[in-house]
């Protein structure tokens, strides 16, 4: 299973509509399913995403549609759990890593501060890989992208950039 992962591309509040890079890449990829973690902030935008995969979004600080907070996700033998990190007090390793034991995820993926990140952690006997797959719209100290998550018997990652 492949999953394409995008986060924070502010359609509606600080740009007009997707990038039709972004929306080339994402269709070359050819995913099963994307994740928005946040700051869609238009309905326009995800029915553009509903286009290429079945969406599965949540809400950020800037959206004012009505996502829920947080979602949970099953590919394959794994459980992905979605949020935009704003709610949490902290965006640091651990706070992360306690938020995806608390939803019983496998993976976690985020968005909020713009910026890629990941990495892997055990905690209390659980390995715990946390995901934030950047902005394709306003990338903060790199380039715009998203990530793939290709699901089988292990999850590999792999960041995409747009240019």
């Given at each position: ?36 973690a946040g700051d869609v902030s ?66 976690l993926i985020f968005g909020h ?51």
């Open positions: 299973m492949k999953l394409a992962v995008v986060s924070d591309t502010h359609v509606g509040d600080r740009l007009g509509h997707l990038p039709s890079l972004l929306l080339s890449s994402l269709e070359a990829e050819k995913p099963d399913l994307i994740l928005h238009s309905a326009e935008a995800l029915e553009v995403l509903e286009d290429i995969a079945p969406t599965v979004a949540v809400r950020g600080n800037a959206d004012r549609l009505h996502l829920p907070e947080e979602e949970t996700v099953a590919a394959g033998d794994f459980r992905i759990g979605i949020v935009h990190g704003h709610q949490l007090f902290s965006l640091n390793a651990q706070s992360l890593t306690l938020k995806a034991l608390e939803m019983g995820v496998d993976v501060t713009h910026r890629y990140y990941h990495d892997s952690y055990s905690l209390h006997g659980r390995r715990v890989t946390l995901l934030n797959p950047g902005s394709p719209t306003f990338p903060r100290f790199e380039g715009p992208g998203f990530a793939v998550l290709k699901v089988g018997d292990e999850i590999e990652v792999r960041r995409v950039l747009l240019y």
